[in-house]
């Protein structure tokens, strides 16, 4: 009788071990209150001090071991960092919660929770995007230029680019729960809706490129009128200096520019064209030809000197018949 006694009161003292399946999942339930009333400070004292507990307690000796009842699964173990995860999740604190979902995913296995803390890191990184998202100028409304910062402060990320690598890390983890199930809608529908963020992203940015690629476009053609003014400009003026600079008559005709040099009247210049045409063409005469024109010369000579002749006889008539 003491016996049976002392060994009940041996396991009611197990059962009530931090690492107990009821312990752990009475943890997992009291943080779920906590949180849906909002008072993450207390929640995260309880966890606090369950992972306190857990760190305190001393191994077990093998006839506790055989004693104790049921052992916890690798579920139940994973249930303390589920619930930290999502208690951090919906409390901002996005960085702890993601350390905590992980570690949860890993220690539960295969199994249900394991595939609610894939999906659950999933929607973090979603929520994360749609944040980013509607800080994007396009869909915003807001202006795109950057909002004013101190002069020490670093540059302020693009929230498209921002938006895209939580949409990025979200599709990685939802296709991991599609990998563990996928029949789950929820999770099909969330991809799809990361996918069609992204294509938006790569719409706005190409939209960005165009638009980039117009405005200097549009100041090269802006900046080449102006250089080709100038060049007018300076050309007009150069033309004006030399018309300033050139002798012009009264008539506003400009004044013939003497030649250098001797002038040549226009008949010297074409007797002297004969010549050189003349010239020319004797050089070219055969002897034929020649012969031909000196006989012709030689007719010409008798006939002035047969002329002469005929005028000197009259001129001698004239002279004797004095009346």
């Known amino acids: 009788m003491n016996a049976q006694l002392l060994t009940l009161i041996a396991v009611a003292a197990l059962a009530d071990r931090a690492d107990s399946p009821e312990a752990l999942v009475g943890v997992a339930r009291e943080v779920s209150t906590l949180c849906e009333a909002g008072d993450f400070d207390a929640a995260r004292a309880r966890l606090d001090a369950h992972d306190d507990a857990l760190a305190s307690m001393e191994p077990l000796s093998w006839r506790e071991r055989l004693r104790r009842g049921p052992v916890a699964s690798f579920e139940e173990r994973a249930l303390p960092a589920d619930a930290r995860g999502v208690m951090e999740m919906q409390a901002g604190e996005l960085e702890v919660a993601v350390d ?24 973090l990184f979603l929520e994360e995007g749609e944040r980013f998202r509607a800080l994007i100028p396009e869909i915003s409304g807001s202006p795109a230029g950057p909002s004013p910062a101190p002069a020490d402060a670093e540059d302020a990320p693009d ?16 296709a991991e ?3 563990l199930d ?8 969330n991809a799809e809706l990361v996918q069609r963020r992204l294509r938006e992203l790569d719409e706005i940015e190409r ?9 200097q476009q549009e100041q090269r053609d802006g900046d080449d009128p102006q250089e080709s ?25 400009r004044e013939p520019e003497e030649p250098e040099g001797e002038e040549q009247e226009p008949e010297e210049e074409e007797q002297a ?6 010239e020319q063409e004797e050089v ?12 012709a010369l030689r007719e010409i000579e008798e006939e002035g000197e047969k002329v002469q002749e005929a005028l000197r006889r009259i001129g001698r008539q004239n002279v004797d018949r004095d009346w």
Not at 207 to 215: I, P, V
Not at 284 to 295: A, D, F, P, V
Request: charge should be negative; charged fraction near 50%.
């Open 273 to 278: 064209e004969e010549e050189e045409e003349a």
């Open 229 to 253: 003014e100038e060049e007018g400009e300076e050309t007009s003026e150069d033309e004006q200096q030399q018309g300033e600079d050139s002798p012009e008559n009264a008539e506003g005709e």
């Open 177 to 179: 729960r599609l990998l």
């Open 182 to 189: 996928w029949r789950d809608e929820d999770t099909r529908a």
């Open 159 to 174: 929230p498209l680019e921002e938006a895209r690598k939580r949409y990025l890390k979200a599709r990685e983890w939802f």
């Open 100 to 123: 905590a979902l992980e570690a949860a995913r890993a220690q539960a296995g295969p199994g249900k929770l394991r595939e609610d803390a894939t999906y659950d890191l999933g929607v």
């Open 207 to 215: 939209e960005r490129e165009e638009q980039e690629q117009e405005q």
């Open 284 to 295: 070219h005469l055969t002897q034929e030809e020649m012969q031909r024109l000196l006989e």
